[in-house]
Nanobody
Framework: QVQLVESGGGLVQPGGSLSLSCVVS????????MGWYRQAPGKQRELVAN???????NYGDSVKGRFTISRDNSKNTAYLQMNSLQPEDTAVYSC?????????WGQGTQVTVSL
């Protein structure tokens, strides 16, 4: 059974940092591109970043220079280091991978940036 479990969300003040983790089970993790997405209330889900099996990385424009995606294939885990957080980064963050025609998602973790 495929599972994606995110952790690391929480409440942080503007300018602060958080680190998210996504542990994946049920697949050969190293074969898949892993993505982090976010969805704020009333807004469409957007790509935050993704990382291919070979380590190529793509970031959404709004997070470039502030967020860093990485992966540890030995731990079946994808990470998202978020620095210089701003209120507009407030959202539910979810990890994702696609296998064939199917897209798999975790349950999401809430990130709230506020004073």
């Amino acid at each position: 059974q495929v599972q994606l479990v995110e952790s690391g969300g929480g409440l942080v003040q503007p300018g602060g940092s958080l680190s998210l983790s996504c542990v994946v089970s049920g697949i050969i993790f190293r074969f898949y591109t892993m993505g982090w997405y976010r969805q704020a209330p009333g807004k469409q889900r957007e790509l935050v970043a993704n990382i291919t099996p070979g380590g190529s990385i793509n970031y959404g424009d709004s997070v470039k220079g502030r967020f860093t995606i990485s992966r540890d294939n030995s731990k079946n885990t994808a990470y998202l280091q978020m620095n210089s957080l701003q209120p507009e980064d407030t959202a539910v963050y979810s990890c994702n991978f696609v296998a064939g025609s199917r897209s798999y998602w975790g349950q999401g973790t809430q990130v709230t940036v506020s004073l």
